[in-house]
T-cell receptor, first 112, second 116 residues
């Protein structure tokens, strides 16, 4: 257990509304990641962070923004949700110097 | 362009037999490979990994083999158990999006069903 929590765990929202997902870790790991998982696509990287206020884009970053104002929290924001953003979102951490990433339990987001 | 490929969406195996899950990659710069297991409604769980300087790594019932010349790796589970039924993801470290930061690229996954 890498001490990762995600909130909310489930959310239903309407097209055009803003949505923020939170990832919280308790062990002060430097690296944090946001992925989305969709049928037929596996896990795709949205954004990642390598420190407080240090973030960068991943493979599928369009329509998403992130913020990391403190080590323990990594926020993913959908400024104006679309139906194509209906997905399961996973947060992950990586220990500095390590190779493995450890995942949170996920957030299931439905955009109607 | 898919850099990590798992060409079998599903695999069915009898309990007690061997399960072999395959993964191919295209980028010769990948230097580390991992396998994750995922149960429904849970996050992926790290299973086993291998460095590109090795050709085999074993952990209990799980063994990963790497063939660099063929850009191919496989996960062997012996003996398979019903609790192994899950989706298995292959991942490689490197690539365009933060590869130097240790970021991973995942395959699409293979759903393993182990029948009693």
């Amino acid at each position: 257990d890498a001490g990762i929590t995600q909130s909310p765990r489930h959310k239903v929202t309407e097209t055009g509304t803003p949505v923020t997902l939170r990832c919280h870790q308790t062990e002060n790991h430097r690296y944090m990641y946001w992925y989305r998982q969709d049928p037929g696509h596996g896990l795709r990287l949205i954004h990642y962070s390598y420190g407080v206020k240090d973030t960068d884009k991943g493979e599928v970053s369009d329509g998403y923004s992130v913020s990391r104002s403190k080590t323990e929290d990594f926020l993913l924001t959908l400024e104006s949700a679309t139906s194509s953003q209906t997905s399961v979102y996973f947060c992950a951490i990586r220990v500095s110097g390590g190779n493995e990433q450890f995942f949170g339990p996920g957030t299931r987001l439905t955009v109607l | 362009d898919q850099q990590v490929k798992q060409n079998s969406p599903s695999l069915s195996v009898q309990e007690g037999r061997i399960s072999i899950l395959n993964c191919d990659y295209t980028n010769s710069m990948f230097d580390y490979f991992l396998w994750y297991k995922k149960y429904p409604a849970e996050g992926p769980t790290f299973l086993i990994s291998i460095s590109s300087i090795k050709d085999k790594n074993e952990d209990g019932r799980f063994t990963v083999f790497l063939n660099k010349s063929a850009k191919h790796l496989s996960l062997h589970i012996v003996p398979s158990q019903p609790g192994d039924s899950a989706v298995y993801f292959c991942a490689a470290r490197g690539g365009v999006y933060g590869g130097s930061q240790g970021n991973l690229i995942f395959g699409k996954g293979t759903k393993l069903s182990v029948k009693p």
